[in-house]
């Protein structure tokens, strides 16, 4: 694959993650495969893009004061452990195993992604993005430990298992269980992930699962294509973006599915 392509694709994947809160990575991890590289390889070297990308979204972000410090701290805490453990299980398992998994896990960002916007158009989401009162507003900043607990694991075992950030459950939970909107939701989430791909970067490159200058490449893409999604987030209109997205997942889980079974048999 070029350099000129890696970078695109980094471009591609940074514009989603400042739009969705994405990571990157559950585009570039079957685009990698596609170009032959294995699944845990892909994974490792993703992580790079994930970080980069997190990392300038984060500082966009923080310099607008759009950014919930204390959530995405709490979310940190519990991901960068769970990276670890996903990181050492992306190791240890087949690669097919690990093509059929990410196959169902596009499928599962997919039904998010629906559920997200779903979330946004109900009478009582929209009644508890215009709550000013003290108690909403306190339960949005602080939450229990026990949801950031659930929030933070999750998305970083997911993060460490496939390579991807893990915003694609890490927004949504945060909408479901810290009553948060989608515009405050995903800074926290790019400021969490940050911390989780930094972690999981460093056991992969450890153990001599990364590609760096593959992923550089992605990064500098990422770093470019974030700073535009941030800047449409609040002006652009989602729905069209969505169902090209999920349209995008599909395909590609398709072919993750068809990658998996075929390694599988062989």
């Known amino acids: 694959m070029s350099l000129a392509i890696l970078f695109g694709l980094g471009i591609c994947t940074g514009l989603l993650a400042g739009l969705f809160g994405l990571g990157g990575g559950i585009l570039i991890v079957p685009v990698l495969n596609l170009w032959g590289f294995p ?8 992580l790079i893009g994930v970080f980069l990308t997190a990392l300038s979204g984060t500082i966009r972000y923080s310099s607008t004061k759009q950014l919930n410090w204390q959530n995405a701290l709490q979310m ?11 990181a050492w299980l992306a190791r240890h398992l087949p690669d097919s195993w690990l093509a059929i998994s990410f196959s169902l896990l596009l499928l599962a960002a997919i039904y998010l992604l629906g559920l997200r916007k779903t979330l946004i158009d109900t009478e009582t989401f929209a009644l508890l993005l215009d709550s000013d009162s003290e108690e909403g507003t306190r339960q949005n900043q602080t939450g229990s430990r026990w949801e950031f607990a659930k929030i933070g694991g999750l998305g970083g075992a997911i993060a460490g298992l496939f390579g991807i950030g893990g915003g694609i459950v890490m927004v949504p939970l945060q909408v ?14 790019l400021a969490a992930v940050t ?5 999981g970067l460093v056991q992969y490159a450890w153990n001599g699962n990364v590609l760096w200058i ?3 490449c992605i990064g500098c893409g990422g770093i470019l294509g974030v700073q535009l999604g941030t800047r449409l987030l609040p002006h652009l209109s989602a729905t069209l973006i969505n169902t090209l997205f999920r349209l995008i997942l599909f395909v590609l ?14």
């Open 76 to 86: 940190a805490l519990f991901g960068v452990p769970a990276v670890q453990v996903g």
């Open 253 to 266: 889980s398709l072919y993750m599915m068809r990658q998996g079974l075929v390694k599988g048999i062989i």
């Open 176 to 189: 479901l269980l810290l009553g948060e909107s989608i515009a405050s939701a995903v800074p926290t989430t």
């Open 39 to 46: 699944v845990v390889t892909a994974a490792a070297t993703s």
């Open 214 to 216: 593959p992923g550089l």
């Open 195 to 199: 911390a989780i791909a930094a972690s």
